[in-house]
């Protein structure tokens, strides 16, 4: 589904990703964790295409083409989702107004007409119930004055509504306690299928109860330094990163 | 001949068809004096640095209309808020329209300046408000000194009045350019309320210039809201100078929605007299090609314990200019007022810009005063949020763009306006977005 071919990239000429490799097929969760600063949010944001990143040299080959030229929603449409760390608040436009606008211009995009308002109001009421969304919250201004929690969930809400082939979820455990956290994962993990595939980008492995990787990465300083499963993860957190370093080291 | 030399050589005639006991006979000869020593203004003055009226005032402007032309109503109903009833003021070519207008007597006064001038039971409300706050500048004493037709609406204390009041001035383009001077004059009484639309369109292509004065009174606990629709033809030109008196406890806003027209200078103007004052000042602007939209605002606060906000915000596209020249004036005895401004904008081209200037004057020592004004593109990381949910970049943009402005249009308290100016919105956004904004 998704090939990353030694991944370059930088931003105002500092290289922050270093030869990336990473290779994530249908059915499969893959979690990258690192350090702070190692690299991680970029390389979420590369995937989906942000502008204010140079991409420097490598490929992103997403279910058989190359994307590293294409626009952020042109990404989106093939199927691409980022859940954002810090979503942006949009006043005036309702969560309800945004997601149908979202959906229909994904639709457009592939030729087909809007979603007809029956199925969309049927889908949001699904949707909204799987993360325990209530409606008041669906004519709320986008994020604008969101808690954490609520700005994570809203966030899985539009990826449930999107349903894309891969999805990105960058840091979606900061900021959450630990029911929300729980609803949020819950989400996720109704989502999964076969067919679709999910990155899971944290700091902790606590996430990682909840959410099961098949693979477990560690990022540091741009590169991927060591690959494994989930039972890396509880290393780390057991440890920190500080042996991984020394084990480069030799 | 000049401009000038033409209105200060035609005024004798016109005073000389005007009936001679005239309430307002002697501020007319005063004004006339006054515009024809100080002439239109220049950018050498500091008001005016940013404006100049050159170019609009080589045109030869027919400055006694003739009414010749009758518009029929399915041609400009679109301008009116046809889904709801309204009280409905309509000039034509500067002359009074009985057919398109729905006036009233009925506990309330929704009738014509020209009545009021002559008819002697309004006299004593005349003596009491007409050019009591208008500032005796070039251009409203310009105004004065040929006033004779506008709105006039007087609604006596307690009254709520739950009609809106629309006042459309249409200019049919009869002449090849042609001079327009409405005067308004409303005096809402005690504990009193009223909503009022204001617009002028052009109906041609044809140069117009309005030169438009709107004195507004509202008494203690008065209630006034006065909306400003300027979306007129590109080769439409508005001077709008309004001022407002506002007695104790009195809440008054009006709105200004500058989406049209070649140059529009609002001269808004607030005296608060009384009290426990609070006034609203709020701008959405939106313009391209090569518009120029000059705010040019005070608030002068006389009384304490008063309130005042300012929310000006401005989106600028093409090579089109905006200017914000907003004064906050704190009297010594104002103590205990908070007053707020703030005036943001989005360059969206490279050529188009703005000239943003807050002020404040502050004569008392117990006040709470801010101001800030913001120029900036649009915000890259929420575009790429947008973007990154399958939201193409000129639709992310005109979300965007609906979301700055938008706070401004929260305070619309009339729902079909508020639609109606919502679809301005969009449509001067250039996008068709899949919902209702």
Redesign the interface.
């Known amino acids: 589904m998704l090939q990353i071919k030694n991944l370059y990239a930088g931003i105002e000429e500092k290289e922050i990703l270093k030869g990336i490799d990473l290779e994530v097929n249908p059915g499969e969760v893959h979690a990258i964790m690192g350090p702070n600063g190692s690299g991680k949010s970029t390389l979420a944001?590369v995937i989906?295409?942000?502008?204010?990143f140079e991409f420097l040299k490598g490929n992103i080959i997403f279910e058989g083409e190359d994307i590293s030229e294409l626009?952020?929603?042109e990404?989106?449409?093939k199927g691409l989702?980022?859940s954002?760390q810090?979503?942006?608040e949009?006043?005036?436009?309702s969560v309800t107004?945004?997601i149908?606008?979202?959906i229909?211009?994904?639709r457009k995009?592939k030729g087909e007409k809007?979603m007809p308002a029956g199925e969309m109001l049927k889908k949001i009421k699904e949707k909204a119930e799987l993360l325990e969304i209530d409606r008041k919250f669906l004519s709320r201004s986008l994020n604008e004055g969101f808690s954490g929690g609520e700005k994570k969930r809203n966030e899985i809400f539009?990826l449930a509504m999107?349903e894309p082939k891969l999805a990105i979820l960058d840091e979606t455990d900061s900021g959450l306690d630990i029911d929300a956290l729980k609803v949020v994962a819950n989400g996720v993990n109704k989502l999964k299928s076969k067919d679709n595939a999910v990155i899971v980008i944290t700091h902790y492995q606590r996430l990682l109860d909840y959410i099961i990787p098949d693979f477990v990465h560690v990022l540091m300083d741009g590169k991927i330094v060591k690959s494994g499963t989930k039972e890396l993860a509880k290393e780390l957190e057991a440890k920190g990163y500080d042996w991984i370093k020394e084990e480069l080291v030799k | 001949m000049s401009l000038k030399d033409k209105l200060v050589s035609s005024y004798i005639a016109f005073e000389d068809h005007l009936e001679d006991d005239s309430p307002i006979h002697d501020l007319r000869n005063d004004a006339i004096k006054v515009f024809e020593e100080q002439g239109f203004p220049s950018k050498k003055e500091e008001a005016w640095k940013y404006t100049s009226l050159n170019a609009l005032l080589k045109h030869d402007y027919n400055i006694f209309p003739k009414n010749e032309r009758t518009i029929e109503l399915k041609e400009v109903r679109k301008y009116f808020l046809h889904d709801i009833d309204t009280y409905k003021l309509v000039f034509v070519d500067g002359v009074y329209n009985s057919f398109l207008s729905d006036t009233t007597h009925d506990s309330i006064d929704v009738c014509l300046l020209s009545s009021a001038l002559n008819k002697a039971k309004y006299k004593a409300v005349i003596e009491a408000y007409f050019n009591k706050t208008a500032v005796k500048d070039s251009l409203t004493s310009l105004n004065t000194a040929f006033a004779k037709e506008g709105a006039y609406i007087h609604i006596p204390k307690h009254k709520e009045v739950e009609k809106p009041i629309e006042i459309i001035n249409f200019s049919t383009g009869n002449e090849a350019a042609m001079l327009l001077q409405p005067r308004n004059l409303v005096v809402v009484g005690e504990n009193a309320h009223v909503q009022i639309i204001e617009r002028h369109q052009s109906l041609s292509k044809n140069q117009v210039l309005t030169n438009s004065v709107t004195e507004i009174f509202a008494e203690k606990r008065a209630y006034v809201d006065y909306y400003k629709i300027q979306n007129d033809a590109r080769t439409a030109s508005l001077i709008d100078s309004t001022y407002v008196s506002q007695e104790q406890e009195s809440h008054c806003r009006v709105h200004t929605f500058s989406f049209g027209g070649k140059l529009v200078r609002n001269n808004l103007n607030f005296y608060q007299k009384g009290e426990r004052c609070d006034s609203t000042l709020n701008g959405i602007t939106i313009i391209e090609g090569k518009q120029h939209v000059d705010h040019n605002t005070l608030v002068h606060h006389i009384a304490p314990n008063c309130e005042s906000h300012q929310d000006y915000k401005g989106i600028f596209a093409d090579s089109s200019t905006g200017v914000f020249n907003g004064k906050v004036y704190v009297e010594k005895d104002a103590q205990k007022l908070d007053a707020f401004q703030q005036n943001n904008n989005i360059l969206v081209d490279d050529k188009a810009s703005i000239n943003s200037k807050p002020q404040l004057e502050i004569f008392a020592d117990d006040v709470r005063c801010s101001h800030g004004c913001t120029i900036g593109q649009l915000d890259e990381d929420a575009m790429f949020y947008l973007q990154s949910r399958g939201i193409g970049k000129k639709e992310a943009r005109a979300l965007l763009m609906y979301a700055f402005a938008n706070n401004v249009l929260e305070s619309v308290k009339i729902p079909e306006l508020k639609a109606r100016i919502n679809k301005l919105i969009a449509n001067k956004i250039g996008v068709s977005l899949g919902f209702e904004l």
């Open positions: 944001s989906a295409g942000k502008e204010e626009d952020p929603e990404r989106a449409h989702f980022l954002f810090y979503p942006v949009i006043p005036g436009v107004n945004f149908k606008t979202a229909n211009e994904n995009a809007d539009q999107l």
